[in-house]
């Protein structure tokens, strides 16, 4: 039985201009005629509308359509917008945490170094490459490397969509291992992390890059 207290607030709050007033959306939906019937009709339009008036994102599509777990996925959204927990950014916070690399020792730890400039980011990077047969530029830093993912995941192809998985569940390795070294001072080498990450995307791929993942010999 439907309790009667959910039908009854979405009717008496989409039934006055007062209230899309409020929320200031009156002025952007003219077309949308308001009244208290076919009530969830009229919030997917002004759902959608609303959606329209905002700036499309550049990794729109490496998020869209992902096969990787959605921890992955959310992670690579975390990288991209340079919101993990990096040691640079804790240092500007005042904190005492030791500044150089957990993987090479050498560099301090940034987002562009551990996820693409640290030679073992970039052993893993290399062997799942070669393991999709995909040529990839030498030397990148994590922004060229971002902007050739974002262009060589675009469209429905199934290495376009394979790498895209890949891209998130590579990051999401990196940084689990970083973690596991700092916190649980356990090591994997950059062989056995490729091919953890090959196993995982063997498993989540969808049926028509099925074929294509097959015929990938890691
Ligand atoms: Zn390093």
Redesign the pocket.
């Given at each position: 039985m439907t309790p009667p207290m959910v039908e009854y607030p979405l009717d008496s709050f989409f039934s006055t201009s007062y209230n899309l007033e409020l929320l200031g959306t009156g002025d952007l939906l003219p077309q949308v005629e308001w009244n208290t019937t076919k009530n969830r009709s009229k919030i997917k339009e002004v759902y959608l509308q609303l959606l329209d008036s905002l700036p499309k994102v550049e990794w729109r599509h490496i998020m869209s359509r992902n096969s990787a777990r959605p921890k992955a996925i959310f992670h690579m959204w975390l990288q991209i917008h340079n919101r993990l927990l990096t040691v640079d950014r804790l240092l500007k916070w005042g904190m005492q945490v030791e500044p150089?690399?957990?993987?090479?020792?050498?560099?301090d730890?940034t987002r562009d170094?551990?996820f693409f400039?640290?030679?073992?980011?970039q052993q893993v990077w290399y062997k799942l490459m070669r393991w999709l047969k995909i040529q990839w530029p030498a030397h990148c830093s994590w922004g060229l490397q971002y902007l050739l993912i974002l262009a060589r995941t675009r469209g429905k192809s199934s290495q376009a969509n394979v790498l895209k998985m890949v891209y998130s569940e590579f990051g999401f390795a990196i940084w689990n291992e970083r973690n596991k070294r700092v916190f649980e001072d356990k090591e994997q080498n950059a062989e056995s992390l490729a091919r953890e990450i090959a196993c995982i995307c063997n498993v989540r791929t969808v049926v028509r890059s099925r074929a294509y993942l097959q015929s990938c010999i890691f």
């Open positions: 150089k690399c957990v993987f090479c020792k050498g560099v730890e170094h551990i400039e640290c030679h073992y980011a």
